[in-house]
């Protein structure tokens, strides 16, 4: 049994927990958070045995395995780096940390301490994202792709009021591009890998973050895909893959769960896949393996950098 506890007591806590509990090796006994309070109160609501306010007492603690880090993006990487140097395992929200070389320094304490690092990136360990590039083939050569994730958070309102709200803040690694831009770069690095070039352009909002932006990322041999992200405003748009031979369209880019390949010769054919409510059971999933068997992250990180790699360069470009 792999025993954890979560930091950070936000929405998406909450959503792990329901996927940890799909997972049967998986027991989260624990919630952190730095107000007792809070701490207390998350742990009642949600069923867990205990609550710490104390970090540096639950990371030494014998009875917890390993955390799920779902704090401000700005704080990841020195609860992560805690973690590792008390031997535990780690699941860790998106963005893992908001830079390329933060995560390569992480990775490699890990692999030194013999503990797991992985990033909770959803749609990566989603099959969806598998058996849409399945379906690539049928399309011919590709041309162009458009991703996009487009969802007003309740929280800009604060923004305008003139509060200071984590997810805005430039000085947490706030923004549009980390929170939702994150999943459409996850995606085309998955799907089509690594880009040549990036153009980018974003749309700066009180407080300094970035609340909406556009990239156009450009690949070998003619092949060009462009990513749509904001927090300011709302889409229900259709995410869409072209080839010379025919479209392909699925409805969310973090969570795909169906899909319809329209090729020039009149043929339609429409895909379903896992349809979960919740997708983050496989990420979960995912790292309880590799910590029951001292798996290999080499794949999960190389992807993790290519990502942070591209975010990096739309941040560079704007």
């Known amino acids: 049994m792999i025993r954890m506890a979560t930091i950070g007591t936000s929405t998406i806590t909450r959503s792990f927990l329901d996927a940890a509990a799909a997972v049967p090796i998986v027991a989260v006994t624990t919630a952190y958070s730095r107000d007792a309070g809070r701490a207390a109160d998350f742990a009642a609501e949600t069923g867990l045995e205990s609550s710490a306010s104390d970090l540096d007492a639950l990371l030494s603690s014998p009875d917890i395995d390993a955390v799920y880090i779902a704090s401000p993006n700005g704080a990841h ?5 805690g973690a590792i ?6 699941l860790v929200e998106k963005p893992a940390v908001p830079t390329s070389a933060e995560f390569v320094d992480l990775a490699g304490a890990a692999t030194s301490a013999g503990v797991i690092l992985l990033e909770a990136m959803r749609n990566c360990y989603d099959p969806g994202m598998a058996d849409l590039a ?13 991703l996009a994730y487009c969802q007003r958070s309740a929280r800009y309102d604060k923004v305008l009021a003139g509060e200071r709200v984590n997810i805005f803040d430039p000085a947490m690694a706030g923004g549009a591009l980390l929170d ?110 590799l910590v029951d068997t001292a798996g290999d992250t080499s794949a999960d ?6 990502t942070l790699r591209v975010v990096e360069r739309i941040q560079s470009a704007v």
Not at 77 to 81: A, C, K, L, M, N
Not at 301 to 306: D, E
């Open 134 to 146: 399945g379906l690539l083939p049928q399309l011919g050569t590709l041309r162009r792709a458009s």
């Open 180 to 289: 939702l831009g994150v999943y459409t770069v996850a995606a085309m690095v998955a799907l089509f890998g690594e880009p040549e070039r990036v153009v980018a352009w974003s749309i700066p909002i009180p407080g300094g973050a970035d609340g909406a932006g556009a990239a156009l990322a450009v690949y070998a041999g003619g092949f060009v895909v462009d990513l749509s992200y904001s927090k300011i405003t709302a889409s229900d748009r259709v995410n869409e893959i072209q080839g010379e031979l025919g479209t392909l369209t699925f409805e969310h880019v973090a969570q795909p769960t169906s899909a319809r390949v329209s090729l020039l010769d009149g043929t339609v054919s429409d895909h379903t896949f896992d349809g979960r409510s919740n997708n983050m059971v496989h990420e979960v999933r995912r790292f309880a393996d």
């Open 77 to 81: 990487g020195e609860q992560v780096r």
């Open 301 to 306: 990180h190389a992807r993790t950098l290519a």
């Open 85 to 90: 140097d008390a031997g535990k395992h780690v």
